[in-house]
């Protein structure tokens, strides 16, 4: 799952103003902590988008 906080790169109220139920997303691997959660962020991987695209221009 992926916190509310890094579900966009703009302050996001309602997970379902951003998502839909079931909708597949590409994310981030933020960390892994020792009792095995996983933090994600749907907000690094369109960062790192971003700069990728501005790399190319």
């Known amino acids: 799952m992926v916190h509310i ?3 966009a790169l ?3 109220n309602k997970v379902t103003d951003v998502l839909k139920e079931g909708q597949e997303v ?3 691997v933020k960390s892994i902590a020792p009792d095995g959660k996983i933090a ?3 907000k690094m ?3 790192k988008q ?3 695209q501005n790399k190319e221009n």
């Open 40 to 42: 994600l962020s749907i």
């Open 10 to 12: 703009e302050r996001t």
């Open 5 to 7: 906080s890094e579900l």
């Open 26 to 28: 590409d994310v981030i």
């Open 45 to 47: 991987y369109l960062l």
């Open 50 to 52: 971003q700069k990728e």
